[in-house]
């Protein structure tokens, strides 16, 4: 790269390269089209993220399942041709593998809404969700999956950065450490999400995992969250 052009790339270059060289590998197993680096521990925690794409050959369906007590990644998954009720379904066999471990999902635009309906329908058991506050009404109510805007973009970009620059994340998929190398600053601060193809569609699931990891310790399942969808609660003043 040309000194201009590292100035302006969001990664560590040296960082990435390194792990391009010396821990990427060959995933240690197949199944389908989801690579594995290793199995299922039951005292070890795990979180899983994916974004999602209609899979007419552009942006694909990706999946990044992560160990957060050893701080490496245990498996990925891209298909750009899988239309996304498929690729949830998919991600719901692979997450119960790890013990049904956390599941975020990027719920935006219409793919996002389709996979949001087939998760319900399957009924993963611990699912993501967070809590959106009416301030006319001053009522919150219940959201299921990730939602990228502004905001969140920075914060799981963020995050997984800085966790990726001190050593806490292994990444053994070559595709990911590539999509990483590519990003750039100006990628970062884009304002417009979900409509341009871009292909950072793995790192985008990677972050979305790496947010999983404040909710996988400890965190209460949600196989009643349903009964308490359309339950709203009032907030005190």
């Not at 040296?14 to 821990?23: A, I, S, T």
């Not at 990891?213 to 969250?225: I, N, Q, R």
């Amino acid at each position: 790269c040309q000194p201009a052009n590292e100035e302006n790339k969001y990664f560590d270059l040296g960082l990435v390269q390194h792990q391009l060289e010396n821990v990427a590998r060959e995933p240690d197993r197949k199944s389908g089209d989801i690579w594995y680096w290793g199995n299922y521990t039951p005292d070890y925690d795990y979180g899983l993220g994916s974004d999602h794409a209609m899979g007419f050959g552009g942006d694909a369906n990706t999946a990044v399942l992560l160990n957060f007590t050893t701080g490496e990644m245990v498996a990925s998954h891209a298909d750009n041709m899988l239309s996304p009720d498929l690729s949830a379904h998919e991600y719901a066999r692979l997450g119960s593998e790890f013990g049904n471990c956390i599941w975020g999902w990027e719920t935006n635009n219409e793919c996002g809404g389709t996979v949001t309906a087939t998760v319900k329908q399957i009924g993963y058991p611990r699912m993501y969700q967070w809590e959106v506050k009416d301030t006319v009404s001053n009522v919150i109510s219940k959201r299921l999956g990730w939602q990228t805007n502004n905001k969140t973009k920075n914060q799981m970009l963020t995050a997984f950065r800085n966790d990726f620059n001190k050593g806490k994340l292994k990444i053994y998929d070559a595709r990911l450490l590539k999509e990483m190398k590519a990003y750039t600053k100006s990628d970062a601060a884009e304002r417009t999400t979900g409509l341009a193809t871009r292909h950072f569609d793995l790192l985008i699931a990677a972050c979305i995992a790496n947010q999983m990891k404040g909710h996988a310790e400890g965190s209460s399942s949600t196989k009643d969250f349903y009964a308490n969808l359309e339950r709203k609660k009032r907030v005190r003043r």
